[in-house]
């Protein structure tokens, strides 16, 4: 007899979950599941599993509960019983079932016939046609989905890398990785910030191509493999990456409990050294001895000038590391994962949001928390400065607070989300806030002001993240125009003039949802990272892809050093990628 094991079964459910959109509930699922041990082929399952599993399920029950032994009265019997019916009852329990509403129809019928003997003949014939018309539309609506199905395989790339199932190292992030309400109830282990929530939020298992791509999968504009630095180490996916400000140095975090801080040569990549030791600080986020799970890096940030590394974790911690990899410090007090971590400007406060609801400002001299921010309903999933003691938290409560140092309660309240907000950003100047959301919407707003700027409403999925560029008034780049981009899981790029509140360019490059965004230093191009394993640099002036790198996994991350000639991007098949850029 063929069986199912409850590891297969947790992958269809997994696979269920992503395929439908459910993202985060899928992350924390996978996460507690251990998905990512699993040795399914991705290719090998097709999509809608566990759907067309249950339907064959039915049938079998339905063969096996032969009520009538008749062909041609089966289709009847069924029709006095629900799904439900067959999948919680014994075969002898659905015969009395279908026997007793048989016979009180046979009653009904009867005592129809003493009123209206003609007229009831015509009403059970009518009834029966009436069946026949439901049945025959549900099996077209099957045909239906069944052909839709089987047209998204074949849209699918025969050579689509199979990545690896995630769910250890997703959970980092997620954030909104996982299901953020969902994770709640996972005491607190739910999915989170930004980066890392859906970023795993992503599962490297890869979701369906998009029907709205209109990218080839080739491009003339791909980056040669000379241009290119492959950085192998970690030994789980990479969910975050950044360059130091000051210094050669590019940091990253892994599902695997680790970050790395590796030392990249000025100039021009060599992809001919990637098998030489590769100059690289490896922050243990675990004692070796005693093999602790639940570790995985799920973000980081260099403070302003580039001495210190904050790491923030899926155990809650936050970790102060020295430019070397000397841990300084270890900050205790969420009670659940940390999905996004900020310094301040001027590098005297860390302020770290997390699934237990909290926001909490830390004083770096000190090692210890300054203030506690306890506003949300829901687990925090950003967080951003806008100076040096205000900043801004958003949540899977669909609210967005702004807040300052020794103040006890929010000094600002932004209310209008439908669902919940993925991130947050000031813009340049501190003076406008953008946020997106699940409700396929962005918004910006004003201190000045209760209701939002403008409601950005182009997109017709969720929105992931969104980043202002370094350009107009009040930056080095003041007489460029201020554009603020946003990624969705429509697999589509909006830049957006946000004086007017109007799309500027829809770039539609990439097949899968875009986790990642990420200007220049001077504001003339976007480097974005999406699931379907490429990294695209558009010119933001012409809305058009100038460069192409396919690597092998989804993309969680990708970030332009200070001089804007390299941009990194971290994979989910374990690997960080440095590009060359020079135009």
Same mark, same amino acid.
């Given at each position: ?98 026997? #007793? ?7 009904? =019928? ?94 490297? /298992? ?15 504009? %791909? /980056? ?15 969910? #975050?990456? &950044? ?21 990249? &040569? ?18 243990? !986020?675990? =004692? ?10 799920? @973000? ?6 580039? @001495? ?9 911690? #936050?970790?102060?590391?020295?430019? +070397? ?11 659940? $994962? ?58 899977? %409560? ?41 409700? !396929?919407? &962005? ?11 403008? +409601?950005?409403?182009? !997109? ?17 780049? $003041? ?41 220049? $230093? ?62």
């Amino acid at each position: 007899m063929i069986s199912i094991t409850s590891t297969e079964l947790n992958y269809l459910v997994f696979r269920y979950l992503h395929e439908s959109g459910f993202t985060h509930s899928a992350f924390a699922f996978g996460y507690e599941a251990g998905i990512d041990r699993c040795k399914n082929d991705d290719n090998v399952v097709p999509p809608g599993a566990l759907v067309t599993f249950i339907q064959k399920g039915i049938q079998y029950l339905e063969l096996e509960a032969n009520l009538s032994g008749s062909d041609a009265d089966m289709d009847e019997d069924f029709s006095f019983l629900q799904p439900l019916d067959l999948i919680t009852k014994e075969p002898n329990e659905l015969h009395n079932i279908v026997k #007793a509403k048989k016979e009180n129809l046979r009653q009904h =019928k009867s005592e129809s016939n003493k009123i209206v003997n003609g007229s009831t003949h015509d009403n059970a014939r009518r009834e029966h046609v009436q069946e026949r018309e439901k049945e025959r539309k549900e099996k077209e609506n099957e045909q239906r989905l069944e052909k839709i199905r089987l047209e998204k395989e074949k849209e699918q790339p025969k050579d689509e890398y199979k990545e690896t199932q995630h769910t250890d190292q997703n959970q980092n992030h997620t954030e909104k990785h996982e299901d953020k309400t969902t994770v709640e109830n996972l005491n607190n282990r739910a999915h989170g910030g930004c980066h890392i929530r859906e970023k795993v939020k992503l599962l490297c /298992t890869g979701p369906e191509p998009m029907e709205i791509s209109q990218s080839p999968m080739s491009s003339p504009n %791909d /980056t040669p493999c000379d241009d290119v630095k492959i950085l192998k180490g970690h030994s789980s996916e990479v969910f #975050a990456c &950044a360059w130091n400000p000051s210094a050669p140095l590019l940091a990253s975090g892994s599902g695997d409990s680790t970050a790395r801080i590796w030392k990249i &040569a000025d100039g021009p990549c060599d992809s001919g050294v990637e098998n030489e030791p590769v100059n690289v600080v490896v922050l243990q !986020h675990f =004692k070796e001895s005693t093999n602790e799970k639940s570790k995985d890096v799920t @973000t980081l940030d260099w403070n302003g000038d580039g @001495t210190l590394l904050a790491t923030g974790s899926y155990d809650g911690q #936050a970790r102060i590391w020295s430019r +070397d990899g000397e841990l300084n410090s270890t900050l205790n007090k969420h009670k659940g $994962p940390i999905f996004s971590l900020k310094w301040n400007k001027k590098g005297d406060y860390l302020l770290s949001g997390s699934v237990d609801k909290t926001a909490i400002v830390w004083n770096i001299k000190t090692g210890e928390w300054k203030q506690l921010f306890e506003f949300h309903t829901g687990p925090t999933l950003d967080v951003d400065w806008r100076n040096n003691v205000t900043f801004a938290t958003c949540s899977t %409560d669909k609210m967005i607070h702004v807040c300052k140092i020794g103040e006890n309660r929010p000094i600002k309240t932004f209310s209008g989300h439908q669902d919940e907000v993925n991130a947050i950003k000031w813009d340049p100047t501190g003076s406008l806030l953008a946020s997106c959301s699940d409700d !396929h919407t &962005a918004k910006i707003w004003s201190l000045k002001q209760d209701n939002f700027l403008h +409601d950005l409403k182009e !997109h017709v999925k969720g929105i992931y993240t969104i980043r202002w560029s370094p350009t107009g008034p009040g930056t080095n780049s $003041p007489n460029q125009q201020l554009v603020l981009a946003s990624a969705s899981f429509d697999s589509t790029i909006k830049l957006w003039d946000v004086e007017l509140g109007s799309v500027i360019y829809s770039l539609n490059g990439h097949r899968d949802p875009v986790y990642s965004v990420a200007f220049s $230093p001077n504001g003339e191009y976007l480097a974005s990272g999406s699931m379907d394993r490429y990294v695209h640099i558009w010119s933001v002036k012409e809305g058009k892809i100038v460069k192409t790198y396919t690597g092998k996994g989804g993309i969680f991350e990708v970030n332009w050093n200070k001089d804007g000639d390299k941009v990194a991007a971290c994979f989910s098949n374990n690997i960080v990628c440095v590009l060359d850029f020079r135009m």
